[in-house]
């Protein structure tokens, strides 16, 4: 049996995981880029479905954060859930359900669900001790409409 020490740092280490995770859907949907850039080792590759061949490293991840939409502009929110991480010392895997809620004329600007799917993430512990993605795939399932990059609601 592993000892309380050992199974502590098991928790914390997943709830570090955790907070990673829920900083991605925050610091995208509000502009915080700073806040966004700090979920991302240098060399990260973020495979978002709507940007050929994804995103590598911090210059590039960075321009994919510019050209999706943000609030006030844009009001939408990231949702988590059921997220089941890994743990293997100073990497750790995660796959979660996603989906993501946008305001849509058509009912009036209430919430809809624009796209869900999964989530799978690599992380790794860095050197000030952060848990960062060193990868994410989003796997979209479904979508109320496909835009390119940059355009409202994308």
């Given amino acids: 049996m592993a ?10 280490d997943k709830r570090a995981i955790l907070r990673t995770l829920h900083d991605y859907g925050h610091t995208l949907d509000y502009g ?7 979920c991302w080792t240098e060399d990260a590759f973020l495979g978002w479905s709507i940007i050929p061949n994804g995103l590598k490293g911090h210059a590039r991840i960075r321009e994919g954060f510019h050209v999706h939409t943000h609030a006030p ?18 990497t750790a895997s995660a796959h979660s359900y996603f989906w ?24 790794m512990r860095c050197k000030d001790g952060r848990w960062r993605f060193s990868e994410r795939l989003v796997e979209k399932e479904a979508a109320r409409e496909e835009k390119p990059i940059g355009a409202k609601g994308a």
Avoid: C, N, Q
Avoid at 4 to 10: A, D, P, Q, Y
Avoid at 32 to 38: C, K, L, S, T
């Fill in 100 to 123: 993501r809620l946008d305001p849509y004329k058509s009912s009036g600007g209430a919430p809809e669900i624009y796209a869900f799917g999964r989530y799978i993430d690599k992380f």
């Fill in 3 to 12: 000892s309380i020490e050992e199974r502590m740092k098991v928790l914390e």
């Fill in 73 to 90: 502009e844009a009001w939408h929110k990231h949702m988590l859930a059921e997220p089941r991480i890994t743990l293997s010392g100073d």
């Fill in 32 to 38: 915080d880029e700073a806040g966004f850039m700090d």
